[in-house]
């Protein structure tokens, strides 16, 4: 995703979160809510991020979705019916926070740079796994 196009439709809060476990690895990663210019950060959506990093097992399941969406749309591409190794093909980059208390993991994807992976969540569960465009 485009730097352009995310300050377009949302202001990036200058919060970096150190060692957040992603699919059994370490990351340090922006967290980018969801606001109107000159608003401040909601405390529904403070409060969905803090769900959300504490339920580290539903990030974790998360994994099996994200591996689904990337043999769904470029098994030919990945030459396999299984990955051994999500991160040749998906990296967290940030985590946005929504106004309606969804959170995501945006990811860069390899096999579409311009529009990468969003694994959405809502109450307590994956809610969604696609592109970008689907939370922006």
């Known amino acids: 995703m485009s730097a352009k196009r995310l300050q377009e439709t949302v202001l990036e809060v200058d919060l970096m979160l150190n060692n957040i476990r992603i699919w059994d690895r370490d990351f340090d990663l922006n967290i980018i809510y969801d606001c109107y210019k000159g608003e401040d950060v909601l405390e529904a959506q403070k409060e969905a991020l803090k769900s959300f990093l504490a339920n580290k097992g539903m990030i974790a399941a998360s994994k099996t979705d994200v591996e689904s969406y990337c043999l769904n749309h470029n098994r030919a591409d990945i030459g396999s019916n299984t990955i051994d190794n999500i991160f040749k093909y998906v990296i967290p980059e940030s985590i946005l926070v929504k106004r309606d208390g969804c959170v995501a993991i945006m990811c860069r994807y390899r096999y579409d740079e ?15 796994v696609g592109s970008q465009d689907i939370i922006l």
Do not use: L
């Open 114 to 128: 311009e529009h990468g992976i969003a694994v959405v969540f809502s109450d307590g569960k994956v809610k969604e």
